[in-house]
């Protein structure tokens, strides 16, 4: 369990920079084309850029997201159960969690090979696009490999000291 754990987090943390990256590259694109839109001389194609790179950031956030618990929670009524009810009911959602974006990793990646072998290109700048489509599915794999680790974390009671599944 402790080295699942370990590698879920050198994975979204090699992730997370991959994202960072392609965040840097989105945001320089992005001023740069308001700059030489001002011009009158744009970047042909920055669009469809822009689109592939936040495609990619929102993608590479999604098992660090999951692992830090930096989405919205509404806990009104489940906080109110006692620690067994709780314990079930999360794992029963890590259990979905992992299952459904395993299936939607699987299908993404089944996607971009079906553009890779059909040599799609972009529509305007007609480069390929597929590696775009495996990093998403990259990034649905590494939350259910969150999705996982929490639900395992039920059974072993564990909390790492990051706020993960910890029941009182």
Known sequence: MKYLDQLDIALNKALMIAGGVAMLLLMILATGNVVMRILSIPFSGSYEIISFLGAVVTAAALGHTQRNR????????SGRFPVGVKKII???SYFI???FFAVV???TFLWGMKIRES???SETLKIIYHPFVFG??????FLALAGIVDFLK???NG????GRVSYE
């Open 70 to 77: 930096d989405h919205i929670v509404v806990d009104i009524l």
């Open 105 to 107: 990793s699987w299908q």
């Open 136 to 141: 998403v599915a990259l990034g649905f794999a």
């Open 97 to 99: 969690i992992t299952v």
């Open 119 to 121: 040599g799609e290109l």
């Open 90 to 92: 999360d794992a029963v």
């Open 159 to 162: 909390e790492n000291g990051e």
């Open 154 to 156: 039920v059974f072993f």
